[in-house]
């Protein structure tokens, strides 16, 4: 049996109604009273022809890449900025099982079948115990790589997967920003000509992506890319691939005719440079664990990075799905290991290329589970799990466990942070910009000192 995903009717519906709405010629299915609009979405055809047409496709084709003056963008990254990588766990994370209060009666009787027996020490409280299967991350906190959250959230916590996920896609509590946090960053501080900038691996735009007008790219598969056409035969396809690369150079009196040729040539060009990862080795690549999207898409970053390729923020969603309403036990378990295990192998591929000191990797969720058990499985809850995982992560907890005798008005954990106030702490304290500009209310909101090192 497999044990990917375990989803409620809510989170499939709103999932359907994403992937519709992130894809060209697709158009919007009716949307609830009271769902947002993912970020990023709403462009019309007239804006899709007259924007800057690496910004159109890039956001639109979900496996074109195309990339304006693809060599100018590497030669003008002459310092190599710090990344962000953000991991999705798809559908709410259960904190509780992950960091578990094993000691705790109150946690015992809560989830009768659930609660674990027995885990990994946590050495920033004896009162909380890893999964097993986050075995490999607890030896990354060992060495001090690895910020946790036990109880992240924000205030009148919204159980919905599709609003809560909304909130911290765009940085903010309320509902109606059409561009995300990370996509506001890279407008701040990126270029017309660099949709590597900010790269969403997935075969849709991470919403948390979505800029008001500078290019990201969304990229299924790194070590995978290229072009489709009719002509498989040689050398027709050359010849034709080549055509394209020529098209992108004429001019024409539509400057909507001209971005589109522009963005056919850049969509050649890049087919040429990518075609490099196909057959990369990563010098760990026995730790990846296999046959994952995430091994890919964390190898192939790793490489694309160890190759001077100017990316700045990179999403992709963690292996499997964590919306356990049934069937937690082997589920949580089985997609945590190969999720965890992933992100150690990338954190050790970026060590042994020499670029650790330029990346860390944000994991989150949407909202964590409810405390009590619920016929082999449990239902949306508040406060959840976060992490920061990389050599300059400061190895602390932030905000603490809240405990399970003071729970909110619904009977769900309380959160000890605010999901925020990390945010403007990895835009000040990494990225090095104000996180005014980005994140609504920063200045009230603060930062976590020990988040980073």
Known sequence: M??????????TRSELMRRAAAQAGQGLPAIENGMPLPAGTGLSRRSFLSRSAGLALAVYG?????LAAFEAGIASAATPPKVLVSIFFDGGIDSLNVLAPINDSTYQDLRPTLALQSGLGFSESSDLFWHPSAASLQTLHGEDKVSVFPAIGYTSPNQSHFTSRHYYEIGEVQVGTNTGWLGRYVEQVGTDDNPLQGISLSNELSPALATPSKPVAAVESVTDYDLWSWADDEPVQANMFSS??????FPSDSPAMTQARRA??????????LGAFSDFTSPVAALYPKNTDLSDQLSGLAAMLGAGLPVQVATMSAVGGYDTHEDEADTLSSNLKRTCDAVFAFQRDLEARGLADRVLIEMWSEFGRRPEENGGGTDHGAAGLAFVVGTHAGGTMIGGFPGLTSLDEDDNLVHTADFR?????LLSDWLSVDPGPIIPGADQLGTYPTLID
């Open 421 to 425: 106030t990390m945010y403007c702490t």
């Open 62 to 66: 979900a496996t074109n890449l195309p």
């Open 264 to 273: 056919i040539g850049q969509t050649e060009q890049v087919r040429e440079q």
């Open 244 to 249: 394209f690369a020529n098209l992108g150079t």
């Open 2 to 11: 497999s044990h990917d995903h375990c989803h409620c009717r809510d989170y």
